[in-house]
């Protein structure tokens, strides 16, 4: 379910609580929470990287000495074919958050900057400066149709940097329907739009930190010449060079792909997990999720020889980069593994390659609305149920396509008071909320599913040997098991 939460939201729940306390204080205080919320919500639009209304992206790791660039404002007739020829000079790439209605009316200079292979993300469609401070209409419109204008050139950006990098409560929800996410910058010569040329390669050079992504401009100068502005381009890339700053794209110091061409909007987590897929198994295996991760396989490889006896078709729901799917695949006949996002399986098929394994037939797309391929000898899901809308629904569409007797093995969230809090972090970070069920809610679906429950058990930060944050649950379709 999209749910956009956001420390604002948080701000407000605690402004107002501690409001309803300080009325048994003293009344007249009771205002100073509210105040200094109504205060930040003012301050907040114009910090350029406090992510108060929505999660900003504005560098990268500091631990990696590198930087990327971007420029926003153009595409220019005069500035952008030069700025494009000193990154070709360097061999660099760059992103540049375009002004739709100027890519609309210079579209051979888009098709040149893509050609050179760099990024375009967009930065409206007319570049209100105060663009967030306008009516939600105005601001869908203004994303909307920058989108159409940016189809017609075979691309669909995914990143979104606001006007002068101001933001708003509204912006979030928006950038949600059209699959996007808003980036800003961690350094900037604060050049006004390329009225404030001379010193700003000093400027820059001055601040510059590992991971910082770099604000500039590819606009006409007001107060100088191109010359001068390409002068100080040259002095910065020296400059990053001497203090051994690597320039990478923006894409790859971010992790998240700055455009796509693919037309479709992509839903929030479908564009999450692609952008996640390429750094997903250090993620899952070299962070705290790897206390869940571990624990998981640790449980599966213990099941999986009695519920794996044959040569049928096994369905793996929310497959990924296929952390289970080898180990399925070299115990049956054929895995269909069935993912949201196709850079995920890309992983997956590079992984079956490598390890000569060719029984496995990837599916991406929404498995709430796959087209089953059965019957299956088993099905096995791995924390992805979380994310669907209608999961008894699914069971009720998925039990005429397993054989009788197959094994449903899969964990899934549990409700708990910890879980909550993951639940509230993940609505932070992705705008969804994944949804917890208790052991009384599983069972009772898989029942109104015609599958038999065989084992419900609660694992993780159990207390007392019960409760735990996620759960393991088997289950067989009714009916005779396989000899």
């Known amino acids: 379910m999209r749910f956009p939460l956001s420390v604002a939201h948080l701000t407000a729940l605690t402004a107002f609580q501690l409001a309803f306390l300080l009325l048994f204080v003293d009344p007249r205080l009771a205002a100073v929470p509210l105040a200094l919320f109504v205060l930040l919500c003012g301050v907040a639009p114009f910090m350029t990287r406090f992510g108060f209304f929505l999660p900003i992206l504005s560098r990268g790791s500091r631990k990696v000495p590198r930087v990327a660039l971007s420029f926003d404002d153009g595409p220019d007739p005069e500035v952008t074919p030069a700025v494009l020829d000193l990154l070709d000079r360097h061999g660099l790439k760059a992103a540049f958050f375009l002004v739709a209605a100027k890519a609309e009316a210079n579209p051979g200079l888009v098709r040149e900057i893509l050609a050179r292979g760099h990024e375009i993300g967009s930065h409206s469609w007319h570049h209100f400066p105060m663009l967030m401070l306008r009516s939600r209409r105005v601001l869908r419109e203004e994303v909307g149709r920058a989108q159409e204008i940016f189809k017609g050139f075979g691309i669909l950006p995914r990143a979104f940097r606001p006007p002068v990098g101001i933001t708003s409560s509204r912006l979030w929800p928006v950038l949600l329907d ?3 996410f808003c980036v800003n910058f ?3 010569a604060l050049d006004q739009g390329n009225r404030r040329v001379p010193g700003l390669a000093r400027r820059i050079l001055g601040k510059v930190r590992p991971g910082d992504l770099i604000l500039l401009h590819d606009v006409r100068p007001s107060r100088s010449t191109l010359d001068r502005l390409l002068a100080e381009f040259e002095e910065l890339l020296g400059g990053l060079r001497e203090r051994n700053l690597e320039v990478v794209s923006p894409s790859a110091l971010l992790g998240r792909a700055i455009m ?3 037309l479709e909007v992509q839903g929030a987590a479908e564009s999450f997990y692609d952008d996640l897929a390429d750094t ?10 790897a206390l869940s991760r571990n624990l998981e ?6 099941r999986v020889p009695a519920l794996l006896q044959g040569t049928g078709t096994v369905l793996e729901v929310g497959a990924g980069t296929g952390i289970f799917t080898l180990e399925l695949a070299r115990r049956c006949g054929e895995v269909h593994a069935v993912d949201l996002s196709g850079n995920m399986l890309r992983h997956l098929e590079l992984k079956a390659g490598a390890a000569g394994i060719a029984n496995i037939r990837t599916m991406e797309g929404d498995a709430e ?3 089953f391929q059965g019957p299956y000898a088993a099905v096995f899901s791995f924390l992805v ?3 669907f809308q209608d999961l008894p629904g699914f069971f009720r569409r998925l039990a005429p396509h397993l054989e009788p007797g197959a094994p449903v093995y899969f964990f899934t969230a549990r409700t708990s008071f910890l879980r909550f809090w993951t639940q509230l972090g993940n609505a932070l970070r992705q705008g969804i909320w994944l949804r917890s069920r208790s052991r009384r809610e599983v069972a009772a679906l898989l029942r109104d599913a015609g599958i038999d429950p ?10 007392f040997g019960r409760g735990g944050m996620i759960l393991e649950v088997e289950g067989r379709r009714r009916g005779p098991s396989r000899g």
Do not use: N, W
């Open 280 to 289: 997903y198994d250090e993620e899952q295996f070299g962070t705290p999720v």
């Open 454 to 463: 065989v084992r419900i058990e609660g694992h993780l930060l159990k207390a």
């Open 260 to 262: 796509g061409r693919r």
């Open 369 to 371: 609305a796959l087209d």
């Open 178 to 180: 059209h699959g996007m």
């Open 297 to 302: 396989l640790e449980l599966f490889r213990k």
């Open 186 to 188: 961690s350094c900037r």
């Open 385 to 387: 149920f979380e994310y």
